[in-house]
């Protein structure tokens, strides 16, 4: 009975190679009649290559705790009326930033320089660009991207808003190489983009400025409030802020003592520029890298050399997921960035006066080696481990 059945499905077998035999043979000497094939749902074509929730993803109203919707937070915020954060928006970004369609020979997507893992950074000095090509400066993390309140963008802060700014590493000769129209042209190939742009925007048209505007969203989405030292501070009144010797009981001593050294202007002075509950600056800085200029910096953009090596001081959240350090990626770890602000920070001209005594010279922080490695201690604290696995900020590609 059983040899039986296999005969017979061994015959089926044959029988269908036969067929599929002539029918290839059919199909490449003559010209195949038209087989209509089913017009995939637009569900389909997403499905077919991407992993997406039939719901999208919170990413608009996120449960912020309390002291992070305080007004002068609130006031940070750089989203412009013109381009809120929506769920269906941020989804479309999601998936751009993840497509190594966005590079001229399909190698590298905007996650190639900013990895989830690696804070939504590179762990390397300079990035590889689709060509092999590096980048001019280290990478920079995209968390907390929202928290700026000047709004501009780049080390150098040449890109006057993150709108301007997302279509710039497309643009770029290093990073992505594909010029405007070209990427237009491309994405509208791609089945599942008419469906996604019809989500996120109400119609199916792809167009550079709504590739730049879902880019912005789903990078202005991705925010960080699940540190340990988010569970401390919630735990406190949102204002006023706490003193800085109020102990965290999440914390341990030495991160409660990082925490003070950070915090105390006469210790590390660190809030100074990295203030408040985002652990950013209102506007650019010199930090005291170089004496002499070696990146003019915010000085070039702006075309004023009593600007010449000011920065973005960026957050420090995360921040011991993004190493190396700085613009030049000079630091390789925490502890050789607390040196410099303890006995490094060097006499520029335009050396921004948080980090100047009275009498005008740099101010090392002159932290003992047990302060050093508090304050270390403190900003791993600022590490939100949920960024590196949360899937709403992941690759949705199958
Ligand atoms: C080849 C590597 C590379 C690729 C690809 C890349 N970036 Fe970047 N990104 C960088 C580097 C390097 C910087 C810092 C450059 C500078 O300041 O001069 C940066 C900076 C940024 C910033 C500025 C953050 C801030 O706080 O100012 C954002 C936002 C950003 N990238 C988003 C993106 C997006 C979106 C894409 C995809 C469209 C992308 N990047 C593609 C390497 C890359
Ligand atoms: C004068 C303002 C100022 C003060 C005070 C200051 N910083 Fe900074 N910080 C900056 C600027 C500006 C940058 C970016 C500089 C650059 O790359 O050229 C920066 C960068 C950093 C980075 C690297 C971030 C990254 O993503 O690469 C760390 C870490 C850091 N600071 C920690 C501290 C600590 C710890 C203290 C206190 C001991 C401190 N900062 C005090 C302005 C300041």
Not at 120 to 130: A, L
């Amino acid at each position: 009975m059983l040899a039986k059945r296999h005969q017979i499905v061994f015959a089926v077998g044959i029988l269908g190679i036969a067929v599929l035999v002539a029918c290839n043979k059919e199909n490449s000497t003559v010209t195949p009649a038209p087989t209509p094939t089913p017009t995939p749902l637009p569900n389909d074509a997403v499905a077919a290559v991407l992993n997406l929730p039939a719901t999208p993803f919170n990413y608009a109203n996120q449960p912020l705790p309390g002291y992070l919707t305080s007004p002068n937070i609130i006031g940070q915020i750089n989203t412009p009326g013109t381009n809120p954060v929506t769920d269906n928006g941020a989804t479309l970004g999601r998936v751009l930033f993840y497509d190594k369609n966005l590079s001229l020979n399909n190698t590298i997507s905007c996650a190639s320089c900013h990895k989830q893992a690696s804070g939504f950074s590179d762990p390397v000095v300079k990035s590889n660009g689709f060509n092999g090509g590096l980048t001019g400066r280290n990478s920079m993390s995209i968390i907390n991207a929202a928290y700026y309140p000047n709004g501009r963008f780049f080390w150098d802060q040449r890109a006057a808003t993150l709108e301007d700014q997302t279509l710039m590493p497309i643009q770029d000769l290093v990073e992505m190489g594909m010029t405007l129209p070209a990427l237009e042209t491309k994405l509208k190939a791609l089945a599942y983009y008419p469906v996604l742009f019809q989500r996120a925007f109400g119609d199916s048209t792809i167009t550079s400025n709504r590739i730049s505007l879902a880019l912005s969203q789903f990078v202005r989405s991705v925010i960080s409030y699940k540190s340990r030292y988010d569970t401390a501070r919630s735990a406190l009144p949102n204002a006023p802020a706490p003193p800085p010797n109020a102990p965290y009981p999440n914390f341990t001593a030495q991160e409660n003592r990082g925490k003070e050294v950070f915090l105390t202007p006469n210790l590390g002075g660190c809030a100074a520029c990295h203030g408040s509950e985002t652990f950013t600056a209102p506007q650019e800085k010199n930090n005291g890298l170089d004496a002499v200029t070696t990146d003019r910096g915010f000085g070039a953009v702006t075309n004023n050399v009593n600007r010449d090596g000011e920065f973005k001081v960026t957050t420090l959240r995360n921040v011991e997921l993004t190493a190396p350090y700085m613009h030049d990626g000079r630091f390789a770890t925490l502890e050789e960035v607390v040196e410099h602000y303890s006995s490094g920070v060097r006499n520029h001209p335009n050396l921004s006066p948080q980090l100047r005594l009275p009498n005008g010279l740099p101010r090392q922080a002159n932290l003992s080696a047990a302060d050093k490695a508090a304050l270390v201690a403190f900003l791993k604290t600022l590490t939100d481990r949920t960024m590196a696995t949360d899937v709403r900020f992941s690759n949705p590609f199958k």
